[in-house]
């Protein structure tokens, strides 16, 4: 009973710092709204931003918790980063063309990948490390597919070599991930040898 009073306390602290944070964070371009036009924010940028922000933010304190070794944590906040930044991006500007080109709804089907590949793996280190090489592999075949779709002009000022470079290093984020995760795989078994002999 007192182990469940603590983990309750413990999420509800967690998410009390974390909307405390995401306010502060939102505060930016509200106060840069007052000195520049060049920050034009309405109330659903507002709302789509804190939304994020804090969903990324208790995506992380649930999904860490799971694992406790610091290549585990690690692994978690680069993928929710990545997943982040790619839901930003692609919705701020886009990054093929612009936020409005329909090329750019591929890349929640990679953001899918990765969540569906998480529910299967039940979090465990080595079947999130599957999962997202899968969807590194998928983020890297969205410009590829996209190239023998639409055509190369509406790409936007990017361009096709860009829009590639942006990958890739999205990619880069998600094998990076992907690694952390294995190592945790593999510093979880290290103990189970060694304890077996």
């Known amino acids: 009973m007192i182990k469940v009073m603590k983990t309750g306390n413990t999420a509800y602290k967690a998410a009390i710092r974390l909307a405390i944070s995401t306010g502060i964070i939102l505060l930016l371009p509200l106060i840069a709204m007052q000195y520049t036009d060049e920050v034009v924010w309405d109330l659903a940028d507002f709302v789509v931003a804190g939304v994020l922000l804090f969903g990324t933010g208790l995506a992380y304190e649930l999904m860490a918790r799971k694992g406790g070794t610091v290549a585990y944590r690690a692994a978690v906040g680069i993928a929710l980063a990545t997943v982040f930044l790619l839901v930003w991006v692609n919705g701020a500007v886009g990054i093929i063309g612009s936020e409005n080109n329909d090329a750019n709804l591929m890349y929640f089907g990679v953001i899918s990948i990765g969540i569906i590949g998480a529910i299967i793996s039940r979090l465990q280190p080595l079947g999130m490390a599957r ?4 969807t590194a592999l998928a983020q890297a075949l969205v410009p590829v597919i996209a190239l023998t779709i639409w055509q190369p ?3 936007g000022a990017a361009g096709v070599f860009g829009v590639f470079v942006l990958n890739a290093f999205f990619v880069m984020l ?5 690694l952390l995760f294995k190592r945790a795989a593999y510093a979880e078994e290290m103990p189970s040898k060694v304890t077996s002999l």
């Open 153 to 155: 002009t509406s790409w």
């Open 131 to 134: 999962a997202l090489f899968v």
């Open 174 to 178: 998600l094998v990076g991930s992907a």
